[in-house]
């Protein structure tokens, strides 16, 4: 419904996704492992299998969302690794086996889907030497896509409201500076820590201005884009 209202609005949308709870699903060790890697102490075949697994979960889920667009009336184009691959990777870490950074994103395929008038929708999944398949860390993969293209605007949906001050109250807007410090004063821990550092990633190389919203909130990210208040917390240079 997000992407579909985005289109009618006339904003030239780019959706990278996740499943992470259908692979924890999947895959009993995925929980164990915290989904952050597949360690190289599992056997071989056996890190292959929950990567082949992981691909095949997210493939599906990148297949029905196009699918359900299509339902909607709005034309949308599968991207991922076994179809109109756009991310090349390299290891993340070696002791993390098949999960990779992005070291190059193909803006033609992209663009390519945007003039079409159609919304690209992107896998978290990249490829490596010998066409071997990573998984990317879903805010990583988006960080790495709106910086490629430059874009005017990168939303990180979670299921928090943004980032809070020391109060728990929401910050509406903050410089890269300010959030800077709310870490190094522990304002900022745990999870919201690599979301930030995607963020200042993203500004700091040609994004405008990035947005942590709360993708659970009804109409959070048509809040966030199109009002003077928004939804979460807006993150400029």
């Known amino acids: 419904d997000i992407v579909s209202s ?16 259908n692979i924890i699903k999947t895959i009993p060790e995925a929980k164990e492992l915290g989904f952050v890697g597949i360690p190289n102490e599992i056997n071989n075949k056996l890190v292959l299998n929950i990567i ?15 699918d359900s667009l299509r339902d909607k009336g709005t034309e949308a184009i ?4 076994k179809k109109n691959n756009i991310i090349k990777t390299r290891p993340e870490a070696e002791e993390l086996g098949f999960v990779g950074i992005p070291n190059e994103i193909n803006n033609e395929k992209i663009l390519d889907v945007i003039n079409q008038n159609k919304i690209p929708i992107i896998s978290p999944l990249g490829l490596g030497k010998d066409n071997q398949t990573y998984n990317i860390n879903g805010d990583t993969a988006a960080m790495a ?20 001050d020391k109060n728990k109250k929401l910050i509406e807007e903050i ?10 004063d522990e304002t900022v821990t745990e999870g919201m820590i690599p979301k930030i ?3 200042l990633d993203a500004i700091n190389n040609g994004v405008t201005a990035v947005g942590i ?16 208040k928004g939804s979460g917390t807006l993150i400029r240079q």
């Open 6 to 21: 985005l289109k009618d609005k006339g904003t030239e949308a780019i959706s990278i996704h996740t499943k992470k709870n």
């Open 52 to 66: 082949n697994i992981v691909e095949s979960v997210l493939i599906d889920f990148n297949n029905d969302i196009v």
């Open 78 to 81: 599968s991207i991922h690794t």
């Open 145 to 164: 896509v709106a910086k490629s293209l430059k874009s005017r605007r990168l939303l990180l949906m979670t299921n928090v409201d943004g980032v809070l």
């Open 175 to 184: 410089s890269s500076s300010e959030i800077l410090k709310m870490i190094k």
């Open 197 to 199: 550092n995607a963020c």
């Open 213 to 228: 919203i709360n993708g659970t909130m009804p109409h959070s990210c048509l809040w966030e884009i199109f009002s003077d």
